[in-house]
C-alpha cells in the first residue's frame, strides 16, 4: 500500500487512552513510500547477520524482553503526545514497548523496521566494521522502528533500543542494559528540557529475568578500558524523533548511486532524499520544486540546524562522544546517547569516550559537524552530476560551513556572557583563566548569571584555592571581572533564541534598543545557562540502584534534569549542584567510559 505523505492524517486532540486509540493514529510512511528488501522475512524472523543489498529497510520481529517492569516514562512526552499517564503501566502498552508486537491490533504492523547504513569518521569513509567488508551489512543492529503516527498533526516514529537482533546485529545479541537505557532515557529529555534538538524518550522497560554480559569497570577502576565481565539485566527503552534518518543512512545509498551497484541504486537514493525532506522540511522547502533545487536547500537547511545544534551543545556542556555520521541525524537533532558526557571541570580537549580520539573532543564538535555536512553533501551529489552549476553550488555550501558555525559560536558565547556583541579577547582570557584554575563549566555560567561584583561567588565553580594558583592569578581574574562588567554596562538589550543560538540583533540588525536592567541581563543569562546538567557521577548512583529495583534516583534525577534552568529546594541544590568529588576523578564509569551497552 502506497500514499501520499501528510501531516495531517489520523490528527486529534483527544486523548490516548489505550492501545486501541493509539492504532487509530498508525500511520507508516517509512514502509508504506520506501522500498523493503526484496530478501526479508516475510515472518520477520531475520537475526542472522547477512548482506542487504537493495531497499530502504528491513521487516523483522522484534524480541520481547523476558517478564518486563516499568522503570519510568516521560510525563513529558505523554502530555505533548496527548497520551494518558496510566497508559505506561498497562499490559498492552508494556507489552508492546518492550518488544511484543504479536497482539497489536490491526491496523498496526506486527513487525518493526531496521534500516542500513554506511559510516564515515571524521570525514573518511568506512567498511571494514561491516562483517563482510562491503558495507552492506551495517546498520540498526538493535534498534529498530515499531510505530509511527500522526499526532496533535505531527509526524511521530517510536523505535525500541535494545529489541533483539537485526540483519545488521553483526553477531551481537541486539540487546541493551538497564544501565545505558537508564543513561539515553534521562539525557535525551534533559537535553529537550534544555532546548537542545534531541529524540525523545518514551518509556523504558526492564527485564526481571533476563541477562547478559558486558564488559565493566571494577569499582574505582583508573583503567582506561573496562576491565571485567558483569552480568546486567537487559531493558528496553523506547526513543521518539520525527525520523530517524542518518546522515549515513544518505551515505549508503549516496555510495551505492555513485558506483551504480545495481539498476535502482539512483532512484532509491533519490526516494530516501524525498522522504527526509517530506519528514524534516517540508515547512521550508516547496514541494513544488525541481529535484536540484530541492536538494540544494535540503543542504542549506541542514547546515542551518546542525550548525545550530553544536553551539547548543558547547552552550551546555555537552559532548556526543562519538559524532560519526552514522550518529548524526539528517533532520538536526541529537541522536545516539551512547558514550557521551557533560563537561565537569572546563577543557576544551574534554572527551568522556575511550575510544573517541580528540577529533571529537568537546571544542571540536565543530569541525567533527563540518565533516559529517561533507559527507551529507557527497551523499547527495549523484544527483546533481549532470548539472555542474547545481554541484558548484553544493560544493559552496560546503565552503560555507566553517564561517556559519564560527557565527553561531560567537552568538552562543556572547549569549552564555550576557553580551550583545561577541569579544574574541574577552573569550580568549576567560578560557585561559578556566583551564588554569581549573573551573567547573555550569557551575562557573550560573553563578555569573548571578551579575556578581566581585570573585567571591565565582570561586564556588573552583576546582582549586586561588591561593594555590601561580602568583597574581586572582587579580587576572578580577581584571577579567572587570572587563566583562563594563562590556556588560554598554550593552543593549538582545533577544537570544536558546534553540537556535541566534541572535534578535544578529537576524534583524537591530542597534537601537534601551539598555537593559540588572534584572533583565540576570534573566536571559540564565536562560541560557543551566544550574543543572546531567553528570555522569549522578547517573551512576542512579542505574546502580535501578540495577537492584530501586528506581526513586532515576525517577528523581528525571525530576530534576527536566527543570534544568530552575531555581530548585534547597535540599535538591545541595544533592546536584556541587563540584564534582575529588576522588571521582579518573576513575572508569565516572570520568571516562567505554562504548560497551
Given amino acids: 500500500m502506497t500514499h501520499k505523505l501528510s501531516q495531517d492524517t489520523s490528527a486529534t486532540a483527544e486523548t490516548v487512552n489505550t492501545i486501541d486509540d493509539l492504532t487509530k493514529l498508525a500511520n507508516y510512511s517509512f514502509m508504506d513510500t520506501l522500498n523493503c ?65 504479536s497482539n497489536v491490533p490491526a491496523p498496526m504492523s506486527k513487525l518493526g523496521w531496521a534500516s542500513g547504513y554506511a559510516l564515515s569518521i571524521f570525514g573518511t569513509e568506512y567498511i571494514q566494521q561491516c562483517p563482510f567488508k562491503t558495507g552492506n551489512g551495517y546498520g540498526d543492529g538493535r534498534a529498530m522502528s515499531v510505530f509511527e503516527a500522526v499526532i496533535k498533526g505531527k509526524r511521530w516514529e517510536m523505535q525500541l533500543k535494545g529489541g533483539g537482533r537485526t540483519p545488521y546485529c553483526r553477531g551481537a545479541d541486539g540487546r541493551a542494559v538497564l544501565r545505558s537505557s537508564v543513561r539515553e532515557f534521562l539525557a535525551q529529555e534533559h537535553m529537550h528540557a534544555l532546548g537542545v534538538p534531541t529524540s525523545r524518550s518514551l518509556s523504558l522497560y526492564v527485564s526481571k529475568t533476563e541477562t547478559v554480559k558486558r564488559p565493566w569497570y ?66 521550508v522547502i516547496d514541494s513544488q520544486l525541481s529535484i536540484n533545487d530541492k536538494v540544494l536547500l535540503l543542504a542549506t537547511e541542514f547546515r542551518h540546524r546542525l550548525t545550530s545544534l553544536v553551539a547548543n551543545w558547547i552552550r551546555v556542556g555537552y559532548c556526543q562522544g562519538n559524532f560519526n555520521s552514522d550518529n548524526c541525524a539528517a533532520g538536526g537533532f541529537t541522536l545516539d546517547y551512547g558514550p557521551f558526557g557533560f563537561c565537569d571541570v572546563f577543557n576544551p580537549q574534554y572527551q568522556p569516550w575511550t575510544g573517541g580520539g580528540q577529533h571529537f573532543a568537546f571544542l571540536n564538535q565543530g569541525v567533527a559537524a563540518e565533516r559529517n555536512f561533507l559527507m551529507f553533501c557527497t551523499a547527495l551529489s549523484p544527483l546533481l552530476v549532470s548539472t555542474p552549476v547545481d554541484l558548484e553550488q553544493l560544493q559552496q555550501l560546503v565552503n ?120 533583565e541581563i540576570i534573566k536571559q543569562m540564565t536562560l541560557v545557562n543551566p544550574k543543572y546538567t546531567l553528570r555522569e557521577w549522578l547517573l551512576v548512583p542512579a542505574y546502580n540502584q535501578a540495577s537492584e529495583g530501586n528506581y526513586s534516583l532515576v525517577r528523581e534525577l528525571q525530576a530534576v534534569m527536566t527543570q534544568p534552568y530552575a531555581e530548585q529546594p534547597q535540599e535538591v541544590e545541595d544533592k546536584f549542584y556541587r563540584l564534582k568529588a575529588s576522588e571521582f576523578f579518573a576513575i572508569g564509569g565516572l570520568s571516562h567510559l567505554s562504548c560497551s551497552s
Avoid at 76 to 96: C, E, H, P, Y
Fill in 218 to 283: 571494577s569499582e574505582g577502576s583508573r583503567s582506561q578500558d573496562p576491565d571485567r565481565m558483569i552480568t546486567e539485566a537487559v531493558a528496553i527503552s523506547t526513543r521518539v524523533a520525527s525520523s530517524f534518518i542518518r546522515v549515513g543512512q544518505l551515505e549508503l545509498f549516496g555510495r551505492r548511486a555513485r558506483k551504480q551497484e545495481h539498476p535502482q541504486a539512483m532512484a532509491e537514493l533519490e526516494q530516501l532524499v524525498l522522504h527526509l525532506i517530506d519528514r524534516e522540511y517540508a515547512d
Fill in 400 to 519: 560555507g560551513f566553517s564561517s556559519e558555525i564560527q557565527t553561531k559560536m560567537q552568538q552562543m558565547w556572547a549569549a552564555k556572557l550576557g553580551l550583545n556583541t561577541f569579544n574574541a579577547s574577552l573569550l580568549t582570557e576567560l578560557e585561559t583563566l578556566m583551564m588554569q584554575t581549573p573551573v567547573d563549566y555550569t557551575l562557573f555560567f550560573r553563578e555569573l548569571s548571578a551579575l556578581p561584583v566581585n570573585i567571591a561567588p565565582l570561586k564556588k565553580s573552583f576546582y582549586q584555592d586561588l591561593q594555590h594558583a601561580p602568583e597574581g592569578f586572582e587579580q587576572r581574574w578580577s581584571a577579567w571581572l572587570n572587563q566583562w562588567q563594563s562590556l556588560l554596562d554598554c550593552t543593549a538589550d538582545s533577544d537570544v533564541d536558546v534553540s537556535s543560538g541566534e541572535s534578535a540583533d544578529a537576524k534583524n540588525n537591530v542597534n537601537s534598543a534601551q539598555p537593559r536592567t540588572r534584572e
Fill in 37 to 101: 528488501d526484496p530478501d526479508a522475512k516475510e515472518n520477520g524472523i531475520d537475526y542472522a547477520p547477512r548482506q542487504v543489498f537493495s531497499g530502504h529497510y528491513v521487516t523483522v520481529k522484534p524480541t520481547p524482553i523476558e517478564n518486563p517492569e516499568y522503570v519510568v516514562h516521560s510525563n513529558s512526552l505523554f502530555r505533548d503526545l496527548g497520551f494518558a499517564d496510566s497508559m505506561a503501566q498497562s499490559a498492552d502498552f508494556m507489552n508492546m514497548f518492550s518488544g511484543d508486537l
